[in-house]
């Protein structure tokens, strides 16, 4: 029987050996897709043999929508609308900020996401009618805030997935944007200026602008 002080060591050497196995399955199933990940190659990434891998998971299958779920669950609990703000302007910045932190922080668990999407989502299933219901939540508070005349009419529900196309490009590209912009992994000042950028193109993308000046019909034409 074990002590108190033995079975502490075994539990915290356990629960490093998962964690090993999660970063491995991060890296290979991020790099290779559900279908070209196997469980030998999480296994040699976590420095365990198969064998061992298979004492702490079921199996591939398993351990994918573990990881999938692992996603979805901190979107679900950081990347929503703060319900503590009420202007648009800091519930956007605060959602955008979240969002973007995610994709620098984890582009690898990010893009495991991506990459069920773009396969056909057959792990998805069970998360689409959750996720509709999240977004209609969202979708109403825009509306809210363009019946007070805060932003501009829009289509709520499309710009709720621009905001999603423009923050996941740093998860999903993060090899294009470092030759294109530079590897910023530990700058904060990069980040920063990253964040300010993407926050300022979608909140000026609410408000309402001056339309241009008429091109005057008396303007003749050199062609």
Known sequence: MMNNETGGKVRVARERT????????????????????TTQAIAQRAGIKKAQLHYYIAGKE???????????????????FD????????????????????????????RIF???????????????????????????????????????????????MHIWALTQYYADFAVQVKHMYGNFGGDTQAREHIIGEVTTLILNGCKDFAPPPSQGREQTSDF
């Open 18 to 37: 998962l964690e090993n196995i999660h970063a491995a399955a991060i890296a290979e199933f991020s790099e290779k897709g559900f279908q070209g990940a």
């Open 62 to 80: 398993e351990l994918y929508e573990e990881l999938l779920q692992k996603v979805l669950k901190v979107w679900g609990d950081i990347i929503q």
């Open 83 to 110: 319900p503590t703000l009420s202007e648009p302007e800091a519930v956007l910045s605060r959602y955008i900020r979240n969002k973007l932190s995610f994709s620098f922080d984890q582009p690898e668990l990010s």
């Open 114 to 160: 991506t990459s069920e999407v773009l396969s056909g989502g057959h792990y998805l299933q069970k998360y689409w009618p959750q996720a509709t219901q999240n977004i209609v939540g969202k979708e109403n508070l825009i509306h809210q805030w363009i019946v007070e005349g805060k932003i501009r009419p829009l289509d709520a529900r499309l710009f709720i």
